[in-house]
């Protein structure tokens, strides 16, 4: 099967809002997604690598664009002005493409 083209997008935000926020990911059209821990420093301080209620997750998502652009736009009414949360979309080639 030939490489197609899809999204990459990743959300960078608070673990307290994991679960509603993978949920509403499989709501917009994800067929999956990654969650991993996160640290760093940023506008809204600096955040350790813990799994508490204080730390951050990186969620990737691979996608073809209407589900990205749909991911956008919810992480923008539902949780910009009330979380610390950063988006970037990036095209990648999947070697899968049924996967997706």
């Not at 997008?9 to 990654?34: R, W």
């Amino acid at each position: 099967m030939a490489p197609e083209q899809r999204k990459l997008v990743t959300i960078v935000t608070e673990s307290v809002i994991e679960i509603d926020l993978c949920e509403a990911l499989t709501d917009l059209g994800a067929s999956g997604y990654t969650v991993t821990n996160a640290r760093g420093s940023g506008s809204r301080g600096i955040r350790n690598a813990g799994w508490s209620s204080n730390s951050n997750i990186r969620i990737e998502v691979v996608c073809d664009e209407p589900v990205a652009t749909r991911i956008a736009e919810h992480l923008r009414e539902h949780y910009y002005a009330d979380f610390a949360m950063i988006l970037f979309e990036s095209d990648v080639r999947v070697l899968r493409p049924d996967k997706f």
